[in-house]
């Protein structure tokens, strides 16, 4: 490893600790080099994101587009100038990642500038195939695992995190980025439109709908656990625990009884270490 790829390596640990702090705790229980890759991925994730949420559509547009095209080099010529996309072009060539998963990502990236609401769940799910799926998918190959079958495991987590955090994060979603991540035809169904979240309203219908949203996101989770041991050994209890970190913001939401308006969900450093202790 060159002296370049090693402080690009630190520039994206930097990255992951300031603003994945449960991603962070999680990373310390893998081997060091699983570590490293993770804070390449982290950021490879991080940097679109952030293009995405906090530039106007405009700017974000050709942002977004110009470091699609450089990954494109940078994973096509094995190196890059800019640390992230030199990094990531070291994690998909060391662990033989599919190029496929980067290309379903970015794309979701792009999905993101546009669409605002999803129809469906269906709908919905195509998204997050590309916005979380993939990136479970690209975490097992740096752990390793000895079956495919751990792959849909994989995704199943992600898109249980990416539930999560969407209930989490339903009124800033709302208010910064005029996204509605919530499913048309289950607010339909439950007597709700969009404009009730505007109201930051909690009432009867409200709460069934987050237990429906809440249920779904623990049926993933519990559907993910049945992949860890497929999984290589190295990685099974970084994994594990990111299932009991992650869950745990849902159960801070029925805490906070279902008010994600005026509360947010989340677990102190000293809560993520009595999980870690007592639920794993």
Same mark, same amino acid.
């Given at each position: 490893?060159?002296?370049?790829?090693? @402080?690009?390596?630190?520039?994206?640990?930097?990255?992951?600790?300031? /603003?994945?702090?449960?991603?962070?705790?999680? *990373?310390?229980?893998?081997?060091?080099?699983?570590?490293?890759?993770?804070?390449?991925?982290?950021?490879?994730?991080?940097?679109?994101?952030? =293009?995405?949420?906090?530039?106007?559509?405009? !700017?974000?547009?050709?942002?977004?587009?110009?470091?699609?095209?450089?990954?494109?080099?940078?994973?096509?010529?094995?190196?890059?100038?800019?640390? #992230?996309?030199?990094?990531?072009?070291?994690?998909?060539?060391?662990?033989?990642i599919p190029y496929e998963y980067s290309e379903a990502f970015l794309n979701a990236m792009l999905m993101d500038l546009t669409k605002k609401e999803y129809k469906n769940y269906e709908?919905?799910?195509? /998204?997050?195939?590309?916005?979380?799926?993939?990136?479970? =998918?690209?975490?097992?190959? =740096?752990?390793?695992?000895?079956?495919?079958?751990? $792959?849909?495991?994989?995704? !199943?987590?992600?898109?249980?995190?990416?539930?999560?955090?969407?209930?989490?994060?339903?009124?800033?979603?709302?208010? $910064?980025?005029? +996204?509605?991540?919530?499913?048309?035809?289950?607010?339909?169904?439950?007597?709700?439109?969009?404009?009730?979240?505007?109201?930051?309203?909690?009432?009867? @219908?409200?709460?069934?709908?987050?237990?429906?949203?809440?249920?779904?996101?623990?049926?993933? /989770?519990?559907?993910?656990?049945?992949? #860890?041991?497929?999984?290589?050994?190295?990685g099974r209890l970084a994994v594990s625990t990111a299932i009991v970190l992650y869950s745990a913001i849902l159960t801070q939401i029925e805490k906070n009884k279902y008010d994600v &308006? *005026?509360?947010?969900?989340?677990?102190? &450093?000293?809560?993520?270490?009595?999980?870690?202790?007592?639920? +794993?």
């Amino acid at each position: 490893m060159d002296s370049k790829l090693k @402080l690009d390596l630190e520039y994206c640990r930097k990255i992951e600790k300031k /603003y994945g702090t449960s991603y962070y705790f999680v *990373t310390k229980f893998f081997s060091q080099k699983q570590k490293l890759a993770t804070y390449a991925l982290y950021a490879f994730f991080r940097i679109p994101d952030e =293009i995405v949420d906090s530039s106007e559509t405009k !700017d974000a547009n050709k942002s977004l587009r110009q470091w699609i095209a450089n990954w494109q080099m940078a994973f096509k010529y094995k190196t890059h100038d800019d640390p #992230v996309l030199n990094a990531a072009s070291w994690v998909f060539q060391e662990y033989q990642i599919p190029y496929e998963y980067s290309e379903a990502f970015l794309n979701a990236m792009l999905m993101d500038l546009t669409k605002k609401e999803y129809k469906n769940y269906e709908e919905l799910e195509k /998204y997050m195939y590309g916005s979380s799926g993939v990136v479970g =998918i690209m975490m097992s190959y =740096i752990i390793g695992f000895s079956d495919a079958k751990a $792959l849909d495991y994989a995704k !199943d987590l992600g898109y249980a995190m990416q539930v999560t955090n969407f209930l989490r994060d339903i009124k800033e979603d709302l208010l $910064l980025r005029d +996204r509605v991540y919530m499913p048309k035809d289950e607010l339909d169904s439950f007597g709700l439109a969009v404009d009730d979240f505007k109201k930051w309203k909690i009432n009867d @219908l409200y709460i069934d709908f987050m237990k429906f949203q809440i249920d779904r996101a623990r049926n993933l /989770y519990n559907s993910s656990k049945q992949g #860890v041991e497929l999984l290589d050994k190295s990685g099974r209890l970084a994994v594990s625990t990111a299932i009991v970190l992650y869950s745990a913001i849902l159960t801070q939401i029925e805490k906070n009884k279902y008010d994600v &308006f *005026t509360k947010r969900a989340r677990t102190s &450093f000293l809560r993520k270490i009595m999980l870690f202790i007592f639920k +794993r």
